[in-house]
């Protein structure tokens, strides 16, 4: 039977398309909060109700998928926010099997980039017919007919039949919180929105009356009850109190429990009920062993649903104990076995992430989808007071036939015209294939197809080249065989031969570029700046000025020394060489030499020709 008053919808879009805007703004329209109160839940009239993680906000971009539940009318829709950047694909891919249809929202500006592509096929594979939302009409720079018509022709190239390919198509604005169908009426709400989640988004179709079966798709942690499954019940009902089988996706095992709490969404908070039937979503607490994937089943009848299948890894990097001269200084430096269960802790709910042993007691093999994937769990980490030091990323290679095979990226880059000569060497000479180009008021969007391993390091030397004007979009495409070596970093760096702090008169005469200014605490082996040769170089920056009868230590004030480069975390783990780690601390991030002592390095150099 159909379950008419019920919706489950997923909104899915590239990052920074608006959809996280759009849900706000359906949140404040559906009539069931005071503007007052959700001012007060972002703290102003601007804030982003659904971006509640700290460096959501920061970013600007949605990392973990967030349910909300709105009333249209008699129906509940379950509303699921999913993340628009392809590191966080593995959320996207889970909560799809949550919903029963999806819009697409596509920039009205910039039409659909390698992220839009990655989630519509999901989507697509997944059964569900979209619903597509042009979003930011109002841009100066909007060109809605063509991104209609690049919309039309993707869903043609992931192999839409023709009833998907002639999808409802919605013209909006997030920000201003109308939508309409129709661009010669002027919009005045998101009323025609809402009347296309409900008349295009299918009901479920379900067996109330079959056993229970509910797979779990997301965990979530309370202090007052611990852990929290949420996920959608497929047939049959979940009753407080009930006795339960759970069948473990990993092993096929089954364990029994008892469910303490049912709890369904209802507006941007849970509500306590007795029952949730099938087709609905729902969070359970109680079950405290249950993992992602997992199918709940009564007591006497355990059958596991279809297992959740996620894309593998494409990045793996090095995650080990800080042994740092300046360990325990800023933070506290976690042990192996700390190392050890804080990563557990995040595999229970990060199903994209994988860890394994690495070659010391006291590292671990961390894999996941992209450099910003992991970057935001060393953010985490760091912000928990941890300190670690990590290695750099690498992408993981496959046996294919016998051969070796690397990840491939589909890359887009947006850049002023007057720059796209520099995009397209810095490409071409990482083994990027040019595959098309196309100019809208000034700028250019080329596209390229180029192994994942060539990526690390190119947003940065991109920036570079282009005066911070270009903007990259990548997502995986496929695995291609082995081609060559990746272009490693072009200069050598300055190493400190010292554990002191920096002085202006010792770093005065230095040529290139620093990464510490005078007043700094350094330690011997910390990459301490670069230089324009290609070989490392150890300098002496914590010499203060010798103090004679002529001299005063005072006139070290003469010194005139440009700003030293600063790097965020992201931007060190894509600096760094093999020979290198970053440091990371609650306060500081440090790039630093895998050995630190010189005769170190000159021995494993000599040991290794």
Excluded at 334 to 346: G, N
Excluded at 377 to 401: D, F, H, Q
Excluded at 458 to 473: D, I, P, Y
């Amino acid at each position: 039977m159909k379950r008419n008053d019920i919706r489950n919808v997923a909104v899915i879009a590239h990052v920074d398309h608006g959809k996280t805007t759009l849900v706000d703004q359906m949140l404040r329209q559906s009539g069931l909060f005071r503007s007052e109160e959700l001012d007060k839940l972002v703290g102003g009239q601007h804030g982003l109700i659904m971006d509640s993680n700290d460096q959501e906000r920061e970013r600007g971009i949605t990392i973990l998928a967030k349910n909300c539940g709105i009333r249209i009318g008699d129906v509940k829709v379950n509303l699921i926010d999913t993340p628009g950047h392809a590191d966080f694909g593995g959320e996207v891919e889970r909560i799809l099997k949550m919903a029963d249809g999806a819009f697409v929202l596509v920039d009205a500006a910039e039409g659909p980039l390698p992220q839009t592509r990655f989630v519509l096929k999901k989507a697509l594979a997944a059964g569900l017919r979209p619903i597509v939302v042009i979003n930011k009409i109002d841009r100066p720079d909007a060109r809605v007919g063509e991104v209609h018509s690049l919309m039309l022709d993707l869903f043609i190239e992931l192999g839409a039949d023709d009833e998907t390919a002639n999808f409802p198509l919605i013209y909006a604005s997030g920000r201003a919180g109308v939508a309409t169908t129709d661009l010669a009426v002027e919009p005045k709400d998101l009323r025609p929105l809402f009347d296309a989640i409900l008349n295009n988004v299918p009901a479920p179709d379900v067996n109330q009356d079959a056993p229970l079966q509910m797979q779990v798709m997301a965990l979530q942690y309370s202090e007052f009850v611990g852990k929290v499954v949420v996920g959608r019940v497929f047939a049959g009902k979940i009753r407080k109190n009930q006795r339960v089988s759970v069948v473990k996706q990993k092993d096929g095992s089954v364990f029994a429990d008892t469910v303490v709490q049912v709890l369904e969404f209802d507006r941007l908070a849970k509500r306590e009920v007795e029952e949730v039937r099938a087709g609905d979503v729902c969070a359970v607490v109680g079950i405290d062993d249950a993992d992602i994937g997992d199918t709940i089943c009564p007591a006497d009848a355990p059958k596991a649903l279809p297992p959740l299948t996620i894309d593998e890894p494409t990045l793996d990097m090095v995650f080990r104990v800080n042994d740092s001269p300046f360990a325990s200084k800023e933070g506290k430096p976690l042990t192996s076995r700390e190392l050890r269960d804080r990563l557990e802790r995040e595999l229970q709910h990060n199903v994209a992430l994988r860890v394994a042993p690495g070659d010391r007691e006291s590292e671990f093999v961390v894999s996941g989808r992209g450099l910003l994937h992991l970057g935001v769990l060393l953010e985490t980490m760091r912000r928990e007071g941890a300190e670690l030091a990590v290695g750099k990323p690498r992408v993981i290679v496959k046996e294919v036939g016998g051969a070796k095979h690397e990840p491939y990226e589909y890359l887009v880059v947006e850049v002023p015209n007057d720059h796209q000569n520099a995009v397209m060497r810095l490409v071409l000479e990482r083994q990027g294939e040019f595959q098309r180009m196309e100019s809208h008021r000034g700028t250019t969007q080329v596209e390229f197809q180029i192994p994942a391993r060539s990526l690390i390091g190119l947003r940065t030397r991109m920036l570079t080249a282009t005066q911070g004007t270009a903007v990259l979009h990548h997502n995986f495409l496929d695995y291609r065989p082995l081609r060559g070596s990746a272009a490693g970093r072009a200069t050598g760096v300055y190493i400190s031969k010292n554990t002191a702090k920096v002085t202006a008169y010792s770093v005065d005469g230095l040529a290139g570029t620093l990464f510490v200014a005078p007043g700094e605490d350094v330690y011997e082996g910390q990459v301490v700046g670069e230089h324009g040769r290609d070989k490392d170089m150890v300098v002496n920056v914590t010499d203060p000025k010798p103090l004679t009868n002529m001299r005063a230590s005072g006139s070290d004030a003469k010194a005139v020394l440009k700003p030293p480069t600063r790097f965020s975390l992201e931007m060190a783990l894509e600096y760094i060489e093999d020979d290198e780690l970053v440091e990371v601390t609650p306060k500081s991030v440090r790039m630093r030499k895998l050995y630190l002592k010189e005769s170190d390095r000159k021995k494993l150099a000599r040991q290794t020709v």
